[in-house]
């Protein structure tokens, strides 16, 4: 049942971030610490193996640091 939860939780919380991004060009931060503090509880409730917290989490941290890099020279925005 909390399997269902969550696959029905996120695409809407996604959905949500897409379509805030797209009519204000913004994403509110409360919204993405969600997500993120989600994946954690239930990374833990569903048992998944520190192993694959840690490699999910390493991979997030690679994303962060390719779109800074990116930012940087002006190649893709970062809001207004």
Do not use: C, R
Not at 4 to 21: C, G
Request: no cysteine; aromatic share 18%.
């Amino acid at each position: 049942m909390l399997q269902h939860f969550a696959l029905i939780i996120f695409p809407a919380l996604m959905s949500f971030a897409a379509a805030s991004d797209f009519l204000t060009m913004k994403i509110p931060n409360l919204l993405s610490l969600v997500l993120v503090l989600g994946y954690f509880v239930f990374a833990a409730w569903f048992g998944y193996s520190w192993e694959s917290v840690a490699l999910h989490a390493l991979a997030a941290f690679l994303v962060l640091v390719l779109a800074l890099l990116a930012y940087l020279p002006g190649w893709i925005g970062g809001g207004m």
